[in-house]
């Protein structure tokens, strides 16, 4: 696959399943690069893509797209009637308390900047996301995340409600980039050189989506990390305090680091 090329997954007559990367946008922005749509009809030289679904900009990971209206009107459906599940990867700061939980707020658009979102118990939409903890590094830790709703940003807000904002969003949370330096004890820095950061990007990656069996189609589709948030989680796992223990289900790390289903 050429360098600059977007990993496909999965593809058919009518549907295409893609690994985004992180910064390249749903839709054209005001940045001026290039969105994804003409990205990906460039790349398989068509013209006839649709979207279904939307990731924000930043977030990496799985994503369906349509080669028809057809499938475009029936798969939008089925997001519609939440049969569609979604699984997501999450580093957030700490420290956990439990090891799942359901947060269930509607959400809206904040009057003061609307490109934001906000809890909003009176007069939100409807918003469900439910979690669960994979690893304990102490100063950041690895959710799994299931949004059952699809609402802007509802990953991002839903899980700074309850004092677990991602460990780096730019919107939400911390701005500062995650750094070996920050959790291995005897990190040294040679004469000269600067660090770099393990990953230095929104937290979150868009895992695994299954779809209906009766499809006929693939069920489970699997987006594979990008190489630095792969790094990162290595590097946690190997630093933290409890090393390897640091995850509740010793079968995860490979699991995920080789894109297994979770």
């Known amino acids: 696959m050429p360098k600059n090329d977007i990993e496909i997954i999965y593809q058919d007559c009518d549907l295409l399943v893609i690994n985004k990367p992180a910064a390249v946008s749903v839709t054209a922005d005001r940045s001026g690069e290039p969105d994804l749509l003409p990205m990906l009809n460039k790349q398989l030289r068509?013209?006839?893509?649709?979207?279904?679904?939307?990731?924000?900009?930043?977030?990496?990971?799985?994503?369906?797209?349509?080669?028809?209206?057809?499938?475009?009107?029936?798969?939008?459906?089925?997001?519609?009637?939440?049969?569609?599940?979604k699984t997501y990867l999450a580093l957030v700061t700490g420290p956990v308390h439990d090891k799942a939980g359901t947060i269930d707020t509607p959400l809206s658009h904040s009057r003061k900047t609307p490109q934001l979102m906000r809890i909003d118990r009176k007069r939100g939409k409807p918003a469900v996301t439910h979690w669960q903890l994979l690893a304990d590094f102490s100063l950041v830790a690895l959710l799994v995340v299931k949004p059952i709703t699809g609402r802007t940003h509802q990953i991002r807000v839903h899980l700074k409600s309850i004092d677990l904002p991602l460990a780096i969003d730019p919107l939400y949370g911390p701005t500062r980039p995650i750094m070996l330096s920050d959790f291995k004890a005897d990190f040294r820095l040679k004469k000269g050189k600067t660090e770099i950061p393990l990953i230095d990007r929104l937290t979150l990656h868009a895992y695994q989506i299954e779809i209906p069996p009766d499809l006929d189609k693939l069920t489970t589709f699997i987006a594979r990390l990008d190489k630095k948030f792969a790094a990162t989680i290595k590097a946690l796992t190997k630093h933290n305090p409890k090393g390897p223990d640091a995850f509740l289900n010793p079968d995860h790390p490979p699991a995920i680091l080789n894109a297994q289903p979770l």
């Open 46 to 85: 068509t013209g006839n893509l649709r979207l279904i679904h939307r990731l924000d900009k930043f977030t990496s990971g799985v994503m369906l797209l349509a080669k028809n209206r057809e499938t475009q009107s029936r798969f939008c459906s089925l997001f519609e009637k939440q049969l569609i599940k």
